[in-house]
């Protein structure tokens, strides 16, 4: 078989998650996160959005209601990664959720971004994170990438916003 390289402007359009709880869900992603609700269909799955797309993350009940999360050491999702479009977004966002009294689960620097780690009410883990411009990117003497996981000086990122 050949060697096929996936288009270069490909991107992840989409999560689709179970949840346990539609409503305490949504009360995540739209109430603390500011996701907005583009629709819903019945009480069972709702569809949330960044900026008005259709849907940037899926949520539903169809086989999990009441569920519980799944064991911490069985394969499935690791995160959900999203975007910030810059630094002061992920220094507002830290700011809010400080304010929530929400907890981080971790927090770092990976030279080519800045990460903040969490867990959404079904223990599935988030991280909202800014890309630092790619120049900045550090690199490897071979030019690749140079990613590394260094702790976030949180003081710092918050002294965005001052």
């Known amino acids: ?57 899926g949520l539903n009940t169809w086989t999990s209601k009441d569920g519980s999360p799944p064991p911490s050491n069985s394969t499935g999702l ?18 809010r959720l400080n304010e929530a009294n929400y907890p981080l689960t971790g927090a770092a620097d990976h030279g080519v971004s800045e990460a903040l780690y969490l867990n959404d009410p079904d223990k599935n883990g988030v991280e909202l994170y800014w890309d630092r411009p790619k120049e900045l990117w550090p690199k490897k003497e071979d030019g690749s990438l140079e990613m590394y996981t260094r702790p976030l000086d949180l003081s710092g990122l918050l002294a965005e916003l001052l």
């Open 1 to 57: 078989m050949d060697k096929y390289t996936i288009p270069e402007g490909t991107r992840i359009g989409h999560i689709h998650l179970k949840v346990s709880d539609l409503q305490r869900s949504l009360e995540f992603y739209c109430g603390l996160l500011g996701f907005e609700l583009m629709t819903t269909f019945g009480d069972s799955a709702a569809f949330i959005s960044a900026g008005g797309y259709h849907h940037h993350i």
């Open 78 to 95: 690791f995160h959900t990664a999203i975007l910030f479009p810059g630094r002061s977004d992920l220094a507002a966002i830290l700011q």
